[in-house]
């Protein structure tokens, strides 16, 4: 058609009226559409190298439209304009006396001989892209709210987005559906780029999340493969640890199985804390494994581990971490905080702070009876050199026989009493006698599911008793991969006693240096979040690389958006409540992940759930 015919052309007001936004507004940083918000940014810098993908990711990021305009270079030009501007970089370099002027002009002058490089040598053809962006909300606090989550996920990506300023309108009438290419927007966005580069970031060309040393975890919202290692260390993932939240049903143990599965596959050690009895399906059926109750009592499968058994110090060196306090502790003093826990935990408000020394006192008396002092090298020693409940009992009963002041006496008594319970009592069976279990296997499993009836205290307590085994035992070999499953760790959370919330967080605060992941399961975020655990509670969630939300709603979902600052996409993914879908964190990346059973794994991860 030619422009004479297009000039006859009768308006098809009915098809205009169709496709013109209603009531449409600009201002300085917004564009008013009818009901609707937005704000056009363009992209001003990018990263070296773009992640495969990337307009997709873009794309993906939820109330957002991209356009992109290709203008191609024409290449004598383009390396023209280069060589001048390495010069003038050059003079800068020499002369300025701006630091900070310096480096951009280094950064500038590197990536221009880059460019001439590629051209030059490899005959890679550049083109010019300009990137907008429309970000839009219902009203003015979505908007805010949606370009906020916009920049940090761009920023995240390595690039840089500025608003179209002043310019909204031009910058509309480019990103709009009608697409109209305008010069001056063109020319404010414009970035050189390979081809390649820009045929990599396509839709197509995504990748899911892709660890090449990984195993298949599940798919993405679009369908994409994730698959992850997580004890890859790299950018933002500085640690292996999990922590994995959601409603009862969700699908967190079955995540976490498969995971286990794999790793064990892959020659990790796995050590499971396993009070529902989740695992024990899984673990009859790999060979070599052990799995043990931890309630008390005796059986066939039953084992103990003696609170009072001094653990070895895991070896550090000292140029690792100054303050870590295996360092400055002797074994036996390590022990004696960490046996302070384990009474804390069971004796919450009975233990004041006077019979919480005389307690010391006596431990001090006990061990050194022993032959144990605080010189000690523990790894000598076997399981039975170290004494037992039923030791520190009757040596507090010879104790009050053998006192001849009055208020001392009544004092050994009172403590007697409270620690017959472990000794003698009805918690005897679970607490009192020598370990009897070694970390000898390489898939392992403590159950305390015959201990639900028991008090809480009781439950924490064994809780930290076994997780403190399983520290050692992760610990013993800083170059062995151990994977610690610390299943429903409410149990723990003692608001009372926040040295247990405490221990955990110290745990996942080492396990880095010890090759060690540990993952912490639990349904309720709140539980971590009394105000006098918080600060423990929420840096254990901090400290994880990985997170993996499920299924939940109310308050847990409401801290869970505060915290993170999901957005209403992420938050509907987590009040939809969909078995087996999660929300992945990997460092600071986020996407949804179907988690995927293969048909050779199910049998392993099935059966033992809810
Ligand atoms: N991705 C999945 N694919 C297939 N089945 C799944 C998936 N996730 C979970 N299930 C099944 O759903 C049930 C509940 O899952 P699971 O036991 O993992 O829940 P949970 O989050 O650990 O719950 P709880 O907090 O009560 O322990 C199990 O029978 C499990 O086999
Ligand atoms: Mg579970």
Redesign the pocket.
């Known amino acids: 058609m030619n422009s004479k015919q297009m000039a006859a052309m009768p308006v098809n007001e009915k098809l205009l009226e169709l496709i013109s936004p209603q009531g449409l507004k600009f201002k300085r940083d917004v564009v008013e559409t009818g009901e609707k918000l937005s704000r056009i940014y363009y992209l001003s810098s990018y990263p070296e190298q773009p992640a495969i993908g990337w307009i997709a990711s873009l794309a993906s990021i939820q109330d957002t439209v991209i356009s992109i305009f290709i203008n191609p270079v024409d290449p004598q030009q383009f390396l023209d304009g280069l060589k001048k501007g390495t010069n003038s970089d050059m003079n800068i370099i020499n002369t300025t006396r701006d630091e900070v002027e310096r480096i951009r002009a280094e950064a500038r002058y590197r990536s221009s001989i880059q460019i001439i490089q590629d051209i030059e040598n490899n005959n890679n053809m550049y083109v010019y892209v300009s990137c907008l962006v429309q970000v839009s909300g219902n009203d003015k606090e979505q908007l805010e709210e949606n370009c906020k989550y916009f920049k940090n996920r761009v920023s995240g990506l390595g690039f840089r987005a500025r608003p179209c300023s002043f310019v909204m309108d031009k910058a509309y009438r480019q990103v709009a559906p009608f697409g109209m290419y305008d010069k001056e927007i063109f020319n404010i966005s414009k970035q050189n780029m390979q081809i390649g580069t820009l045929m990599a970031g396509q839709p197509f060309s995504g990748s899911g999340f892709i660890d090449k040393t990984g195993y298949f975890l ?1 798919s993405d919202e679009t369908g994409r493969m994730i698959t992850l290692d997580p004890f890859k260390k790299e950018g933002d993932r500085t640690n292996s640890n999990f922590a994995i939240v ?10 976490v ?1 498969k995971l286990l599965l794999n790793e064990y596959i892959s020659g990790t050690k796995i050590g499971i804390i396993d009070p ?1 009895n ?1 695992y024990k399906d899984m673990c009859l059926k790999i060979e070599g494994s052990k799995w043990i109750d931890c309630s008390g009592g005796i059986g066939e499968n039953v084992g103990r581990i003696n609170p009072l058994q001094v653990y070895n110090l895991a070896k550090v060196d000292k140029s690792d971490d100054e303050d870590d306090e295996s360092n400055i502790k002797s074994p036996l003093a390590l022990h004696f905080q960490n046996l302070g826990t384990f009474f804390s935990l069971y004796f919450k408000d009975q233990l004041e702070v006077r019979i919480s020394a005389i307690l010391n006192e006596v431990l001090e008396e006990l061990y050194k009876n022993f032959g144990i002092v605080w010189e000690t090298d523990t790894s000598k020693l076997e399981n039975e050199d170290f004494p037992i409940m039923k030791d520190l009992y009757d040596l507090l009963l010879s104790k009050i026989e053998k006192e001849k002041v009055e208020k001392k006496k009544h004092d050994y008594e009172d403590l007697a009493s409270i620690i017959r319970e472990l000794a003698v009592g009805a918690d005897a069976p679970i607490f009192n006698g020598h370990t009897s279990i070694k970390a000898d296997s390489r898939f392992m499993v403590l159950d305390t599911s015959n201990m639900a009836e028991s008090k809480e205290n009781v439950k924490a307590c064994q809780y930290y008793n076994m997780l403190r085994f399983l520290q050692n035992a992760a610990f013993e070999d800083r170059d062995e991969r151990f994977m610690v499953v610390a ?2 760790a409410y149990l723990l959370l003692d608001p009372k006693v926040p040295q247990g919330t405490e221990f955990l967080r110290n745990f996942s605060k080492r396990a880095r240096k010890y090759n060690c992941s540990l993952v912490v ?1 639990t ?1 309720s975020i709140i539980d971590f979040l009394a105000e006098s655990i918080k600060q423990y509670g929420q840096a254990l969630f901090d400290n994880s690389t990985y997170k993996m939300f ?1 299924g939940m709603d109310g308050k847990n979902l409401q801290q869970a958006k505060d915290l993170w600052e999901l957005t209403m996409e992420e938050t509907n993914l987590l009040s939809n409540k969909v ?3 999660c929300l992945l964190f990997v460092g600071s990346s986020r996407m949804l992940c ?4 293969m048909y050779w794994e199910n049998p392993y ?6």
């Not at 179907?594 to 059973?597: A, L, S």
């Open positions: 599940g959601g409603q009862s049903g969700g699908g967190k143990s079955y995540a199985k529902e989740e299943d429903e399961i349904q499920f078995r087996g879908q179907r988690i995927k059973g991860l099935t059966g033992g759930g809810r």
